[in-house]
Every structure is written in structure tokens, then in C-alpha cells.
């Protein structure tokens, strides 16, 4: 009887002391991983409404300072975009278990630029330009758009933000060669118009 008494009077003591017994600021970790496609500086999240922190370009991962209770409401919010991004939070609103919870993401879509060249000298036939998988019959001179729109309006061939880009001959003309002037480089936040491609 005792030793039952001992027993409930600790328990008790801890639990009107809880922060002593290493509660109070919750005992789980809250992480985000993974964090997917942020290449600039500039968002912000926050967990419950509170103060916003930043998370830098190039993370994989972030984990909050404070820490969270057992059975106690999450909810990660984007509170600033970043300026090249649209970037959205998965699994980010839940409440704990008795282990730290997992499968919490961010991924982030780089804004999208048009990229066009402006071709001159061409008159043979058969030139193709490619920028990674993609391929690009050209059979005329002048402005040459690398943004392909299908009928229902889909874009395809532009650059996101932030993300590098290099579009060389795969097939030069018949009886002709061509040379891509600025064609590579890294996509900043406006369309890419100073590519130029000369025939002789």
C-alpha cells in the first residue's frame, strides 16, 4: 500500500510539473522532408499560425525549432512564396500520434518563361534544334518560338525559373551549317528572347 501511495503521489507531481519531466514543449519533432524544387531564397512557413520562418534555397529538408505534444494539432502553411516558385505543402494538417509524424512535403513548380530564338539564313531544309528531349523542326527564317501550345491551351518547351537550359543543332540543313548564339543558360523571371541562330 505503501509503495502504491509512493507511486501515484510521483505521477501526480509530474503531471502538475510537466515541463520538469520533460513535457511542457512537446516531445515530438516536426520535420518536412522532402522539399522539392527551391532554388531562390524568399518562402516562409509557419506551424499553427505562428511566428513565420524561412527556409533557404537548396533545402531538402527543414525541421521547427519547437518542438510538438502527443496527440496535439499541426498545421504547416506557406506564408511567403518564393519569387520563382509557386510551392505548395503536402500532408502539411493532422494531428500527432505518439511518434513523430512523417510523409509532411513541400513541393515547389518553378514559374515557366517562353523561350524563342530569331533564325536567319536559313534555306535549306532538315534543321533541328534540341534542348534536352525535346526536338525542334525549324523551316524558316525569323522569330521561332521553343513554347509549343496544343489546342487545349497546355504548354510545352518552356523554361522554369531558376532551371538551365541549352538548345543546340541535332541536324544541320542540306547544304548549310547553323550556329546557336546564347543558347544555354540559366532561366532568370522573364521569356528568353536573345537566342539567335545564323545559317551560312
Known amino acids: 500500500m505503501k509503495n502504491l501511495y509512493l507511486r501515484t503521489s510521483l505521477a501526480l507531481a509530474c503531471a502538475f510539473g510537466l515541463a520538469a519531466c520533460g513535457g511542457g514543449g512537446g516531445d515530438l519533432l516536426l520535420f518536412i522532408s522532402p522539399i522539392y ?13 505562428g511566428t513565420p520562418v524561412p527556409v533557404a534555397a537548396g533545402s531538402a529538408t527543414y525541421t521547427f525549432a519547437d518542438r510538438i505534444g502527443v496527440d496535439e494539432n499541426f498545421n504547416i502553411e506557406i506564408v511567403t512564396q518564393p519569387p520563382n516558385a509557386t510551392c505548395t505543402v503536402i ?20 514559374t515557366p518563361h517562353n523561350v524563342s530564338a530569331t533564325v ?20 524558316a527564317n525569323g522569330v ?3 513554347t509549343l501550345t496544343a489546342a487545349d491551351g497546355t504548354k510545352t518547351g518552356q523554361v522554369g525559373d ?13 547544304g548549310q551549317s547553323c550556329v ?15 537566342i539567335n541562330i545564323k545559317c551560312v
Do not use: H, W
Open 37 to 49: 524544387g527551391l532554388t531562390k531564397d524568399g518562402m516562409t512557413i509557419r506551424n499553427n499560425g
Open 91 to 110: 500532408n502539411g494538417k493532422g494531428k500527432t500520434g505518439s511518434y513523430t509524424p512523417t510523409g509532411i512535403a513541400i513541393n515547389c513548380i518553378a
Open 120 to 139: 536567319s539564313g536559313l534555306v535549306g531544309t532538315g534543321l533541328e534544334v534540341v534542348n534536352g528531349a525535346q526536338r525542334y523542326p525549324i523551316t
Open 144 to 146: 521561332f518560338s521553343f
Open 162 to 174: 531558376g532551371n538551365a537550359y541549352g538548345y543546340v543543332i541535332l541536324t544541320q540543313p542540306t
Open 180 to 194: 546557336v548564339e546564347n543558347g544555354g543558360g540559366i532561366m532568370g523571371s522573364t521569356d528568353v528572347t536573345n
